[in-house]
Structure formats: C-alpha cells, structure tokens
C-alpha cells in the first residue's frame, strides 16, 4: 500500500472560543473575522496539496473552516464521529471560577487514567474514541483517497491523536492545537507517522485579539 497523507487541522475560531464560553457538540457556532481569516490563510497556504477527499464534523465552524477547498470542488463529507466531546449542562455557558474548576478537577480524572468519567450530561473521552474508531474506519478503507483533510474540534483531536499514534488515551494532553493549527501524518500500512506536529505557520499573518490567560487555556481544550 502507497503512503496515506492526512492533514488534520482544529477548526478557526468562534466567538465562542473568543469570549471563552463551552461549546461542545451542542453548540453550533459560526467563525468570527479572525476564524474566516485563519481558514483563508490555511487555504492559500495548502490550495496547491490537491486533496482527494475532505471530511468534517457535522458542526458549522468546521465545515466553514475548509470552505474554499469545498468550493474548489474537492468531495466532501461530514461524519458524527469527528464531532467534539459533548461538555453536556456546561455547553453555552461562560467560564466562570466554577465552571473553570469543575473542568480542570475533570481533567486531572482524565490524566490518572479515568477516561470513562463523563462531564455532566455529556461525554467521556472513552465515548468520543468509541464514534472516532468507527469515522476513522470508513475514511481508511477507501484506498483511493490518497491524500485527505480532516476538519475536527479541540478534544476530539487529541483523542484522534491518541488513537492514530498508539498514545494511551490519558496523555491526550500531549497534543496541544490552535485554531487552524495542524497536524499532517502519513500512514504506510501498518503505522502512523507525524510529519506536522500543531503547525502555525500558515497563520504568521494573523492578527489575534488580545486574551486573558484563563479564556486562552480553555480555547485550547474546549472546542
């Protein structure tokens, strides 16, 4: 079997991520300027790859996130399984000292190996590996597709990573991301290999709003 590529990239950014209000699989926003701008910087960068196929999750900001390739004419896919975690009754809600509590005491349970604790009302990492396997499943079987894009969310993707790269799935922290940030691994057959490891470079161009620290941790994780 020739090499796979797969170029996975986290979605540009929302308001939401912006203000630093939970999103989740619940919560279907939009980009804002700056998220417009970084899926326009990541197309101008990557437009020239020539991608066989495009997958996204069902969500808005993904799909609008890879847009132009989508306009270009390259086919393409939404799949659940590459949806976010659900952050369950903490979906739409400001980050309040609590809620940024409550969700740091999660993930501590995360990294000691409790990946089966559920946020309240929504999902555990285990449940977001279960649908990913099934979504990664379907987009490798089809060995045509030589080169492919991969549109997901912030934990989804360091749960994807997990996966692909035989990482236990408590150390999913491992794998930082930014919006628009990306990941490319080339897949031989047997094992993957990372050859873009949260890439940036696209987006040097990119003018970010100012935040606070506590609203930039939580646009890392909770996408």
């Known amino acids: ?5 797969i170029y996975i990239i986290r979605h540009g950014q929302t ?8 999103q989740g699989s619940g919560v279907n926003s ?29 969500l808005r900001r993904t799909c609008e996130s890879v847009q132009q390739f989508i306009d270009q004419g390259v086919p393409y ?4 399984g590459l949806n976010e975690i659900s952050w369950g009754l903490r979906e739409g809600k400001e980050i309040t000292p609590e809620e940024d509590a409550y969700y740091h005491w999660m993930l501590q349970e995360w990294k000691r190996g409790n990946t089966f604790q ?4 929504g999902e555990s990492p285990d449940d977001v590996l279960k649908r990913q396997k099934v ?16 549109c997901m969310h912030g934990r989804a993707l360091r749960i994807l990573l997990c996966q ?7 150390s999913m922290d491992t794998f930082e991301h930014q919006n628009l940030s990306l990941y490319q691994l080339d897949y031989t057959g047997s094992i ?9 470079s696209h987006l040097t161009q990119i003018h970010l709003p100012n935040e606070t620290e506590s609203v930039a941790r939580m646009q890392r994780s909770v996408s």
């Open 1 to 5: 079997m020739s090499t796979k590529k």
């Open 15 to 22: 308001d939401f991520n912006l203000r630093g209000i939970v």
């Open 30 to 58: 939009s980009l804002n300027d700056t998220g417009r701008a970084q899926a326009n910087a990541f197309f101008q960068a990557y437009q020239h790859i020539g991608f066989d196929k495009v997958y996204t999750s069902t």
């Open 77 to 80: 896919e939404m799949l659940e």
């Open 118 to 121: 559920r946020i309240e009302g």
């Open 135 to 150: 979504a990664m499943q379907y987009m490798m079987k089809n060995e045509w597709e030589k080169t492919v894009l991969i």
């Open 164 to 170: 692909l790269l035989n990482y236990p799935l408590h």
């Open 192 to 200: 993957f290999a990372v050859k873009r490891h949260n890439d940036t």
